[in-house]
């Protein structure tokens, strides 16, 4: 699987929108970028996932570039319960030889 | 129901006890995976249950043995842990063979191997 790259730690005020970004410049072209998330305490919460197009749901929107070299989470109106660990992950869909490997995300601070 | 539940919340453990995990799913789902998490570190998959069989080893030591006794069921039995065994383990279930789709993860077990 692909490596990502996500900042350690980022801020944002709450109600903001939060742009957490992922560089993953060595993706393949059957590899899909995933997004998950671990509040305090809690085991880990799938957000969204995407192969080339946009992607939106109820969590968050999912802009992947056209280069698919980076792709950036964003959570369009952040609240205080949004604080957590933010992982990026690419892997292969439908080979149940590829798990979900977690590195090291970005730990995201809502701040009042 | 897209719950996943695991007991205990907290475990305190000696070296010489014998304790169980349990983790159970409602969902349908046919494949289980155990993950230890240490303190600030990302999850780290232990075991993949797959239709209830041993699909997956990471090179887990042997004190810990994981056993899916039916499709909603997940236990990890500890046996002669050590002190850096204290992590928190996570459950998660997923459908079918597609071990990276959309994994339900549980609360977790808080264990401390004293």
């Known amino acids: 699987d692909a490596k990502t790259t996500q900042p350690t730690s980022m801020d944002c005020a709450e109600g903001r929108a939060a742009n957490l970004p992922c560089n993953h410049s060595t993706i393949s072209g059957n590899e899909y970028v995933y997004w998950y998330r671990q509040i305090h305490s809690q085991g880990p919460q799938y957000i969204i996932h995407g192969l080339k197009n946009n992607e939106t749901n109820e969590m968050a929107s999912l802009i992947i570039t056209e280069d698919r070299k980076s792709s950036t989470l964003i959570l369009p109106h952040a609240t205080l319960r949004d604080t957590a660990v933010y992982y990026c992950i690419v892997r292969v869909a439908n080979n149940a030889g590829n798990m979900l490997t977690f590195g090291g995300g970005t730990r995201l601070m809502v701040k009042p | 129901d897209t719950e996943v539940t695991q007991t205990p919340k907290h475990l305190v453990m000696g070296m010489t006890n014998k304790k169980s995990l349990k983790c159970e799913q409602h969902?349908?789902?046919?494949?289980m995976y155990w993950y230890k998490q240490k303190a600030k570190k990302p999850p780290e998959l232990m075991f993949v249950?797959?239709?209830?069989?041993?699909?997956i080893n990471e090179s887990v030591p042997s004190r810990f043995s994981p056993e899916c006794p039916n499709s909603s069921l997940l236990n990890l039995h500890l046996h002669a842990l050590q002190p850096e065994d204290s992590a928190l383990y996570l459950c998660a279930s997923s459908t079918d063979r597609d071990f990276g789709r959309t994994q339900y993860f549980g609360p977790g077990t808080r264990l401390l191997v004293l």
């Open positions: 249950y797959s239709y209830e069989k041993l699909s």
């Open positions: 969902m349908g789902h046919r494949a």
